[in-house]
């Protein structure tokens, strides 16, 4: 009898023997050569590099080698070493940060930016003269008089932690200030620093996009990705809402691993593009509602619950250093407004980047993710929706369902009345599990080659298609072990198509609320934007084949990645674009779907796949 | 042999014998008749309100009924009772707030702001409804839209800390809120509070004067002053400087007790106003540069040593909470730019009320206090300079000075070649010692009657000047103790002569350099402000015949008040006003008296009196 061990923030589920060390029970995970997870010394006990942290259920008690190699406060923690930690039931395992290796980054590009730099932070070189008796000003005496003199400045205001910050008496050298709007936010010796950057980030659910971005020139120094450390605390908007209605310490929990998690992938960046933190002069991000309130600190109690009111939409602005930011001293962090419901500055940035919002004709516009958003605009008319389409296409609630890290199987054909199969994984490994464009294309596969039907059943007569009587439930068998030379097969289980089914049906139940609202049939639809990683890695085909898309030709659809992230940089970069979401923000109409009973009437039926 | 007890923050010096009680030593400042003092049950060691910290040397160590009423913690701080603690030899000893009583209350009259209101905080009310399924909309939410439909404000931003403030799901009634600049800083149900009020301040090195101040009608609610708790860290701005940078512990206790104070004297207006505190929506303070970076906890090692230069003259702008100011949670504090040197915005204050910088013809401006800032202004050119005319006039430094607190002899007549002496006290009660003015008018009155000679010198062979053995000086009898009804007789020294030669000879100086530079002569002044609460209550001719002030036509005067404190209502009140301050501010000349030959001969040669 085997017990599930979840990982955390891969999103994997395992079977495991009570026995196994979490080590051997992760089979690949842990195997230097896929990458993953880092176990320099193989498992031997020996460099205490394997660290993970239990968050639910329990393990064997520490041996000696646990205790000696990580130390009191580390197993008070929950804290173990992967290679000795002996599993004794169900459990919930978190792989911190440091074990996950580098290979674990995640896809970030976007359309590319195309915007003329006029950053809300400027900078300004100042000569200096020596203070002295004969000429009694100090550095910010003559910041402010060149300032005035050469640029025609004035009513200029300081941040008084900068003051103290900069030495007061100058040498010769000139300085380098920085001005946003009418503040003063950094200061240091001219020549000693590059180039004035900003970050942007596009925070998900699942995922944090961030952009290094050069404010001069406009170019994308980095880019980068982490998974939301809140990962461990729900997998959904709700549940994580939920997490952090628990109490104030829990809230403060899941605020902060978010905040560290921020500044590890700043961190990150800066290293990548060498440039120091203390150029970062602005940030930009966008995120739904929920990722919002979460980040601030704000009330979620009406969020959490239906009709799912954030308690502000106004653009926010954020000295960095009270987010626990490591950037330019005076900073500021500017959190793009969000429309309503969990219909956030993500989703305005989205329609910022693919320019929806000035498009002639009608225009869907979908950002696939945990959430998905939905815009329908008609000659620049736009409305709004969210609908929880779930975690399934991140390859959670997925029997061996994983996210698009190594060792998922992303493409899948199926050939042959569902009797051959081929696919691919990412990094070329052997089949670990699967992601969401994978199981996109076998459940679409699979229907087409009738091993599903049209309420998504399996064909339990199908030589492929076996009984497990331990999960009671049909499977598919899409890669047996002794073709893998792993020693599991991967499958697909009949709870795993309904998990894609509950998806589609809210992405095309939104879909058609709201083009039934606009009076317009599917037909009318001239351009369909796809955005996010996911809407960027599907199969088109597919995603039509199973009713999650409309039926339209392939040529009116346009996948352009991660366009929330694209428009974040638009906004870091531009004074007219930020002024512009924030039209947008307040232009968009906004679908409540909870409260529609059309909603509840298209999801039962596009729940079934289309004849 | 008596030891001197120096009392803070009143600036009474006074003799006292081995063996007496800190309340016998100190006389009538006990007495709950002549006010000053608590001491309820009269000195019995009943009541315990008496208490006073010892802030250098040392008394008899603390007895049963010390220990008793006090407790441990209060001792080992400092804390003993007036009526307990025996004197054992020269003493410092700090009168907390609270032993203070109500009279100790100083003049903060000025003249009125008469300026159209135009603050840089308004407020708005809004009607909200219920958030529902059918009306998905926060707070937030509403008042957005609500402002952008009915007053086409867009670009809101909100302080994230005050979202959760405020109840994320709106009953049916209206709430209001303001909105400083583009930021929104205050929010509560209409109807639950009354005013938009305002907070001015004129933060002095010896007094801090506050003004509550109605935002919407610009009627002042309240007027109040407090010394400056900073006094027991020293009297003037150098000592002070100085200990600020004996270290961090150092620098943070003065910046803490100035914080302290400044919150104690905002309670102190909203409570005699009838205001809540969060009706408090701004605060502007003007002050000299050492007052105003203390405060602010800026870098001072520049500021503290020739060429005096402060770290910032910029405008600072900062939440009034992270001041420790209990006013509206938003709400800003706005300090008002400085000049150079000591040079603050309670100079710029003084000019703007008083029109300086607009005055046609030559007109000179005095403000009186520890530090004189003196502008000389021609037909709107202003050239300004700061002269260390030391606390004398505040009653400091002078055998029996004391400030203008009940008790102080205020008004002198000399007559009878010196032998009659004519004197008025504040309060009328018995003299306890001898204020600003009355010193003024006492070193005049000795003068013109040929007591004191041009050199300063007393004339020893004159029957009520006497050669005091002890202190080893001679001294005339103002008040012997049989007239006074006292126990000592209040004497004015050949020290106290010369502290007032040294302080009018440095503000004479400080004039005749400024004249020297703009190449004028003391007759071309056409108009005369003198400023502060000194300088209003001094005697002009006093003031002429010592040489302090120019020897002009008295109708050429004019007496201001408070011109500071009243110019840091006109910055509360219009946006215009604050405007022009920031000009007047940047528009000054500055003269560094410091580095300037000719200071130092005028200052030798008007130590003098005039012939």
Redesign the interface.
């Known amino acids: 009898m085997g017990f599930i061990i979840e990982f955390e923030p891969v999103g994997l589920r395992i079977e495991a023997e009570p026995g196994q060390t979490i080590m051997q029970a992760a089979r690949g995970m842990f195997n230097p050569e896929s990458g993953g997870v880092s176990a320099p010394c193989g498992g031997k006990g020996l460099c205490g590099r394997c660290r993970v942290r239990l968050v639910e259920g329990q393990f064997s008690p520490p041996n000696e080698t646990e205790k000696r190699l990580l130390g009191e406060k580390d197993l008070s923690e929950g804290y173990r070493l992967a290679c000795q930690a002996v599993i004794t039931g169900p459990a919930k395992v978190e792989i911190p940060p440091e074990t996950l290796t580098g290979r674990q980054k995640l896809q970030v590009e976007g359309t590319k930016a195309t915007v003329v730099p006029d950053p809300v932070v400027k900078r300004y070189n100042i000569p200096l003269k020596t203070?002295?008796?004969?000429y009694?000003?100090?550095?910010?005496?003559q910041v402010?008089?060149f300032l005035?003199q050469n640029h025609g400045l004035?009513?200029?205001?300081?941040d008084?932690g900068l003051?103290?910050r900069v030495e007061?008496?100058a040498k010769d050298n000139p300085i380098t200030i920085s001005i946003r709007g009418s503040e003063?936010t950094n200061a240091f010796p001219t020549g000693s620093r590059r180039k004035a950057v900003g970050l942007a980030v596009d925070l998900g659910t699942t995922k944090i996009a961030g952009f290094l971005v050069d404010l001069e020139t406009g170019a994308t120094l980095a880019a980068d990705g982490i998974l939301n450390p809140q990962i461990s605390y729900g997998e959904d908007v709700i549940s994580r809402l939920a997490y952090a209605l628990e109490g104030e310490a829990q809230y403060g929990r899941i605020t902060r691993v978010l905040r560290e998690g921020l500044d590890r992938l700043l961190r990150a960046l800066c290293n990548a593009a060498d440039v120091v933190l203390e150029d970062v002069e602005e940030a930009v991000i966008v995120g739904n509602t929920a990722m919002h309130h979460l980040l601030?600190?704000?009330?979620v109690?009406?969020l959490a619950r239906?009709?799912?009111?954030?308690?502000?939409?106004?653009?926010?602005?954020?000295k960095a250093r009270e987010l626990g930011l490591s950037m330019a001293f005076g900073a500021v962090a500017y959190l793009v407004p969000a429309v309503?419901?969990f219909v956030g500055g993500d989703h305005v940035a989205m329609i910022l980047s693919s320019r929806i919002h000035e498009a002639r004709g009608v225009t869907l516009g979908l950002d696939i993710g945990t959430n998905t958003e939905i815009v329908l605009a008609l000659d620049g008319e736009m409305i709004s929706c969210s609908c929880a389409s779930g975690p399934a296409f991140e390859g959670a609630h997925i029997q061996q369902g994983m996210r698009a890290v190594d060792g998922a199987i992303s493409r899948v054909e199926v050939g042959d009345g569902g009797f051959k199969l081929y696919y691919d994984t990412i990094g070329g490994s052997s089949p670990v599990g699967i992601c969401g464009s994978g199981i996109l294309d076998a459940v679409a596969g699979l229907y087409r080659a009738g091993v599903i039907n049209y309420n998504g059943r399996l064909d339990t007569g199908h030589p492929r298609v076996r009984f497990n009587g331990e999960r009671k439930t049909a499977e598919y068998v899409l890669v047996p072990s002794e073709e893998s030379g792993s020693d599991r097969d991967v499958v697909i289980t009949q709870k795993d198509i309904s998990e894609i089914q509950l998806a589609k049906a809210a992405i095309a139940a939104g879909t058609k609320v709201l083009l039934g609202k606009a009076g317009l049939k599917v037909e009318d639809v001239e351009r369909i934007i796809v955005a996010g990683a996911f809407g960027t890695h599907l199969r088109l085909e597919s995603a039509i084949t199973i009713g999650m898309l409309p039926n339209l030709p392939l040529e009116r659809f346009q996948q352009v990645g991660n366009a929330a992230g694209a428009g974040a940089r638009m906004i870091l970069l531009s004074q007219t674009e930020r002024?512009l979401a924030?039209?947008i923000a307040?232009d968009i109409k906004?679908l409540?779907l909870?409260?529609m009973p059309e909603f509840s009437n298209h999801f039962l039926s596009e729940m079934g796949f289309p004849e």
């Open positions: 203070t002295s008796v004969d009694p000003y100090s550095i910010w005496q402010e008089s005035f004035s009513g200029l205001r300081i008084p003051v103290g007061v008496l003063i601030l600190g704000l009330p109690d009406q239906a009709p799912y009111v954030p308690a502000v939409t106004l653009p926010v602005e954020i309503a419901g002024r924030e039209k307040r906004y409540e909870a409260a």
